[in-house]
């Protein structure tokens, strides 16, 4: 038993290095022990499809409110049910659309999204564009990219019609770059 | 080495590391001060879980018991997080317990060390504090009531009972203010508070040091001096270490923290407290009226302040505790009255069978709001609209209250409806003897003789009459040919009395076209005494003016269900 702290005393120094040693990877080994499952804990979320809508296309408006030659139609795209994590909504707000007939009377659903950084474009009825208010990217009736800092064009959507309805599924791109890809 | 050379040079961490570490402790290291070191690890790993819940929990009473369901059954390790914090803090009120007991039986609050023991008793009280606004938090069925009742005894106080409840509980009722309020009391005020007093309570522990044994004299303990690092921090390490594997088993085995079902203001519930304020639970039920209040406040108060005072009563220079049997014999008789109040309150409750089945009723409740959460996630409205989400939800509700009474139980005036009604060995017994109890047995008219005659076909004749009828449900799973031959033999022995045109008044037996199809049940339900159905004859109340349309949509779509079901499927979707 050491007496006194006497550092010079081989034994005590030998004893005192060995304490230190264990103290440390025992204090290590207890900040492990809960910092491993806490990253674990933390990053749930992480590759997690943790807010869903149902992949069913969305009822939008009759088809033959959207006629050729009209201007565009915005459409909000609601879903039926939403689940947020722990909570499960009904009649959420994802979107919206703006449709429009072409000539050869095909209907073309196109995201508001405006593809450069995911402001909601407008449709400038004196230029015939869709116009972003933000940093005034324009686009073509048909999507088309026209000037402005967007690399592509508007995103289209895939739309069918059953019983005179048109139906939308609501897909988030990535905004950003030229390449679509969903988000 | 150059960097922290740089370091030290700018922020001088060597000098503040060697202040910290190198502190002598007179008499030498010893497990017996572990206590305060154990005790301050397990607030750090309070702050840790906390810190780590907050990412998840949303104060919010429509949010709050979805948030935490969601984080026990979802996230990953979630359980394990929110054990540890639970647990976490009870061990914090045993550990802070014994270091309360040794401190005194060591005398240790004497001078010099009086604020030692002040700021620790109010360390104390607001490890309580946090128990108290922390028990609040998930919004479930426990923490609810039991701190209605702990806000109740603040309405309580003479004179400003009304306004001290109101502001504790931010309004006149419980609700969004009132979690608002216990989290950010929680999260923000008392953590403030304690890591305040923690840091004068250290510090004042550094400048008055350990309190050796008091048999041990004063150069006895110069002669034995040894530095804090690593001598003392080797044996807090090793205590701190052993004290969260402890608690790592407590969670293990308690199979992490309870989360009830969701508050429900409507429901009746047995509320505990945590076992820690079991004796003060306990002691309230001694009294009633203003005695109670006295006593729940007073109570609080008393043991409080003769904790606060006790340095300024006892102030004789001498640790040894037998000169000190007076206050040492008070604080003996304040923990076995503590022990005993607490064990009185586990055995009654032991002893009350009834809290038992209400208990495993309720845990039964937990269980199924848990599983539907999971699965369907909680409505916007909040927790209990959980229950809505599990099937047939609505029509069971109405099943309970307007239509149980007569179809199940001993004291039925109806056929019973249950798992199977409809299907084909409901129909064929029911041809058989349609007078059996479990049919129209109870009714007025199988007392007459206008009853309905058992069917006398047997064999395949029987099963084709059987199949006549069930093919009128609409199942998919019917045998064409059996149904042709069930015609036939409709026209021989039940066309008398029963008609299978739809629409067409039918007597004097009810039209069974579409019988055991939504509409059907919808149209019977409101209305059982049409023409088409029983006539004058009916016996069963009408529900046209009680049920909605859509009310009795739900409740046929229920009774269409059941044809299939069997009655393990049935208890499997709970109480309604």
């Known amino acids: 038993m050491a007496s006194s ?22 204090g290590c080994g207890l900040g492990a022990a809960i910092a491993v499952p806490a990253v674990g804990y933390l990053l749930y979320p992480v590759g997690r499809r943790l807010v869903t809508t149902g992949d069913d296309p969305i009822d939008a408006i009759a ?3 959207i006629v050729a030659g009209a201007p565009p139609v915005r459409v909000p795209l609601v879903a039926a049910a939403q689940r947020d994590a722990w909570t499960t909504v009904r009649d959420v707000p994802l979107g ?28 400038d009825d004196g230029g015939k564009i869709f116009k972003c208010p933000c940093h005034e990217s324009a686009f073509a009736v048909d999507g088309a990219r026209m000037a402005g800092p967007a690399e592509r064009g508007l995103d289209p959507l895939p739309l069918t019609v059953a019983d005179g309805r048109i139906r939308i599924t609501w897909v988030r791109y990535k905004t950003g770059g030229s390449r679509r890809e969903p988000g | 080495m150059k960097i922290r050379d740089w370091l030290d040079d700018r922020a001088g961490w060597r000098a503040v590391l060697h202040g910290a570490l190198h502190e002598p402790v007179l008499g030498g290291a010893s497990f017996a001060y572990v206590f305060g070191s154990v005790l301050f690890f397990l607030l750090l790993l309070q702050m840790t879980t906390g810190l780590l819940l907050a990412f998840y929990y949303s104060p919010s009473a429509s949010d709050a018991w979805a948030s935490v369901a969601y984080l026990e059954d979802q996230v990953t390790l979630g359980w394990l997080i929110r054990g540890l914090h639970h647990h976490g803090a009870s061990a914090m009120v045993i550990v802070a317990g014994l270091h309360l007991l040794q401190v005194a039986v060591w005398g240790a609050y004497k001078k010099p060390r009086e604020l030692n023991w002040v700021t620790g008793v109010i360390l104390l009280g607001l490890l309580l504090a946090f128990a108290l606004t922390g028990y609040l938090l998930p919004w479930d069925q426990t923490g609810y009531w039991a701190t209605k009742v702990a806000t109740g005894i603040a309405g309580s106080t003479p004179v400003m009972g009304d306004q001290l409840r109101e502001a504790v509980q931010g309004g006149n009722e419980y609700g969004n203010l009132t979690l608002t309020r216990f989290f950010a009391l929680h999260v923000l005020v008392l953590p403030a508070l304690t890591v305040g007093l923690v840091a004068v309570h250290l510090a004042l522990f550094r400048r008055h040091g350990v309190t050796p044994h008091w048999w041990r004299r ?33 969670v293990w085995h308690a199979g992490g923290a309870r989360l009830d079902a969701p508050a429900d203001p409507s429901s009746a519930f047995d509320a505990r407290p945590e076992w820690y304020f079991r004796a003060l639970f306990q002691l309230l039920k001694y009294f009633s009226g203003s005695l109670e209040t006295i006593a ?25 505790p037998r000169r000190r049997i007076v206050p040492l014999a008070l604080l003996g008789v304040g923990v076995i009255a503590t022990v005993v109040l607490t064990g009185l309150s586990y055995r009654s409750d032991a002893a009350d069978a009834g809290l038992g089945k209400r208990m495993a009723r309720a845990e039964a409740r937990a269980a199924q709001a848990r599983a539907l959460a999971k699965k369907n996630g909680v409505p916007p409205a909040g927790g209990t609209a959980v229950f809505q989400t599990a099937p047939f939800w609505r029509a069971r509700a109405i099943w309970a209250r307007d239509c149980e009474h007569c179809h199940a139980g001993e004291k ?3 056929p019973v409806i249950a798992a199977g009604y409809n299907s084909r060995p409901w129909l064929r017994a029911f041809l058989v003897e349609p007078s059996a109890d479990a049919y129209y047995g109870r009714t007025k008219l199988a007392k007459t003789d206008k009853a309905m005659e058992p069917v006398e076909q047997t064999g395949r004749d029987l099963d084709a009459l059987v199949e006549l009828v069930y093919a009128e449900s609409g ?5 064409a040919a059996l149904v042709a031959r069930g015609a036939e033999l409709f026209e021989q022995v039940c066309s008398d009395c029963h008609e299978r045109e739809p629409g067409v008044a039918s007597d004097p037996g009810p039209n069974f076209a579409h019988r055991g199809r939504p509409d059907f049940f919808a149209s019977f339900i409101a209305d059982a005494s049409a023409p088409i159905f029983f006539g004058e004859r009916n016996e069963m109340p009408k529900f046209a003016a009680d049920l909605s349309e859509d009310d009795r949509r739900e409740l046929a779509a229920w009774l269409v269900w059941l044809r299939d079901a069997r009655p393990e499927d049935v208890a499997a979707l709970g109480e309604p």
């Open chain 1, 5 to 26: 702290s006497s550092s010079d005393d081989p034994p005590a120094t030998t004893r005192r290095r060995f304490l230190k040693i264990a103290t440390c990877s025992v």
């Open chain 1, 63 to 65: 088809a033959d409110r």
């Open chain 1, 96 to 123: 919206a659309a703006w449709l429009r007939r072409t000539d050869g009377g095909e209907l073309v659903a196109l995201s508001a999204v405006c593809p450069h950084l995911g402001c909601a474009v407008g449709w």
């Open chain 2, 475 to 479: 199942a998919p799973d019917v045998d």
């Open chain 2, 412 to 414: 039925r005036k109806g």
């Open chain 2, 296 to 320: 729940a406040l007073g109570a609080p108060v008393v043991v409080g302040g003769a904790l606060l005072a006790l340095p300024v009563i006892d102030r004789g220079p001498d640790r040894s």
């Open chain 2, 218 to 250: 004063g150069d006895e303990l110069e002669r034995r001096v040894q530095p804090f690092w690593p001598d003392q921090l080797a044996r807090d390490m090793t205590a701190m270490a052993v004290a969260f594997a402890l608690l790592l088993v407590w």
